[in-house]
């Protein structure tokens, strides 16, 4: 890698609150967000179910509309007010609001799995019930994908390259991954990067129903009694910037990326695959160059499917060895649900605050560990660590796997 | 549900986000900065909230913010909800 790429800001909005450090504070005293929620299809769809699931503060915008106006977070879907809001934060920490860099020599590059969903249920409600088969205008670009992109364009006045990436539960890996190029290539100095997702909405609830994959009660990865995982809605975003740049301007550096590792199963739309899953794992690993003993953070991609669980445990330890079970890992997902295409970025900015903090956050909801899931889990409560370099995993339905090498 | 001409003042500075001390009668809707999207992001929201339907291509050109607001007042309350 040519350039060197710092971390400069922080954003993240879910279940465990509004900003990077009052999620951080919940993930490590073990303050989860998973609770019983009612989804009601509305008058042209069955009854309501309620189900459980991990969701933002109702008024998670309002501070942010307090600073900046409603004149673009009132024209958006809900998954990119939440990408608005944290890429307000984290350009705040970054103290880039309003600095020339970000005219002509920045890019947004956000994931999301799905994009807004809630106004495409709302306005096929109103359409295919007959209601009235009015369309709002507004529907075609609160729905596309990239309506979160351009929201953070359009509010900080970004005209470098500016795009969203859809891998769904990888979207935002390949997001910074894709950012972190942008740098490395020399197109941009700075890169807003990560993602965003908000459906937990009655239609997509009902399709994972339809797949299984969601949890009778909550998330409980890598333990016994897991059967599933719990939708979370929110959104994080990281400042990556080329470290001279930050330097030059005496930018808090938070962390350093350091490179990632991205492969393709080519083998099933659901399952995992081990190879898959290792080789992304493996490249991560090597950008992170490892000395021989070194502890390394493990935010696991730990979703609470038997399938994954299992899976991504066997390529830790594949990858990284099982002599000593010498590297913790975290699975933060017990506390903050699968923020689907939000879930990598929010994941790195917990990974970043742990290696900053050396303490990596609990895993909660464990019952007692699977013998076929044998792995470092930080249990309990918050541990000290030695680490200086974070893995963080995400694999995607599909068979996209990601992993991305952090230090701090 | 009946409408007040407070209650539309306020959900047209919702919707269409405009300082509520600005609406006054005789502003027209450029002065205000309100476009022909806000205008019918306020129509659906008056669906919503009240039941009644009115389409953007039923209202009437309008001169002023309080033309618009006496006709809608008088198409929320003299029709019954339409769901």
């Not at chain 1, 990598?344 to 917990?350: D, N, T, W």
């Not at chain 2, 309080?66 to 007042?73: K, R, T």
Request: aromatic share 4%.
């Amino acid at each position: 890698m040519s350039r060197r790429i710092a971390v400069t800001g922080l954003g993240a909005i879910s279940a465990l609150g509004v900003g990077a450090e009052e999620t951080w504070r919940a993930a490590c005293e073990g303050r989860g967000g998973i609770a019983q929620h009612s989804f009601d299809p509305g008058s042209h769809g069955p009854g309501p179910v309620t189900l459980p699931a991990a969701l933002p503060p109702a008024d998670f915008a309002s501070g942010y509309e307090t600073r900046y106006g409603r004149k673009i977070s009132a024209g958006v879907d809900r998954f990119a007010l939440l990408a608005l809001c944290a890429a307000a934060e984290a350009l705040e920490q970054a103290g880039l609001v309003d600095h020339a860099v970000l005219d002509q020599r920045t890019a947004v590059v956000l994931g999301h799995g799905q994009g807004g969903q809630d106004t495409l249920e709302k306005s096929y409600e109103r359409y295919f019930g007959a209601r009235t088969q009015r369309m709002h205008p507004a529907t075609v670009p609160k729905v596309m994908v990239s309506g979160g992109v351009s929201a953070v364009a359009m509010q900080f006045g970004v005209h470098g390259p500016v795009f969203a990436t859809s891998s769904a539960c990888a979207s935002s890996a390949h997001a910074v991954i894709q950012g972190a190029g942008l740098i490395q290539a020399g197109l941009v100095d700075v890169a807003v990067v990560g993602g965003s997702e908000a459906i937990a909405t009655p239609g997509c609830m009902a399709g994972w129903q339809a797949i299984q994959a969601l949890a009778s009660e909550t998330c409980r990865p890598f333990s016994q009694g897991r059967d599933g995982m719990v939708m979370g809605e929110g959104g994080a975003v990281l400042v990556l910037e080329d470290l001279r740049h930050a330097e030059a301007r005496g930018a808090e550096i938070l962390g350093e990326y350091l490179g990632g590792g991205m492969t393709s199963d080519a083998f099933h739309l659901t399952q995992p695959s081990l190879d898959g899953v290792s080789a992304a794992l493996r490249q991560a690993r090597d950008a992170a160059a490892l000395a021989p003993g070194e502890q390394v953070l493990i935010a696991a991609h730990g979703t609470g499917t038997p399938l994954n669980d299992q899976n991504e445990a066997a390529a830790i330890r594949a990858v990284l060895g099982h002599a000593g079970q010498a590297h913790p890992v975290i699975a933060t997902k017990s506390a903050h649900g699968h923020l689907i295409g939000g879930s990598a970025a929010l994941q790195a900015v917990i990974a970043l605050k742990a290696l900053k903090a050396r303490l990596a956050p609990p895993v909660l909801n464990h019952i007692a560990p699977d013998p076929a899931c044998e792995v470092d889990l930080v249990l309990g409560q918050v541990r000290p660590i030695e680490a200086r370099k974070a893995l963080v995993n995400a694999f995607a339905f599909g068979g996209l796997n990601v992993s991305m090498a952090f230090a701090a | 549900m009946k409408a007040t001409e407070s209650d539309l003042l306020d959900l047209i500075a919702q919707e269409a986000i405009v300082d509520r001390q600005k609406l006054v009668r005789d502003a027209t809707l450029a002065d205000l900065g309100i476009s022909s999207l806000d205008v019918i992001t306020m129509l659906f929201e008056l669906e919503e909230r009240y039941g009644v339907v009115i389409e953007e291509g039923d209202m009437p050109q309008v001169a002023n913010l309080g033309e618009m607001v006496d006709y809608l007042l008088g198409r929320i309350n003299a029709e019954e909800p339409a769901a």
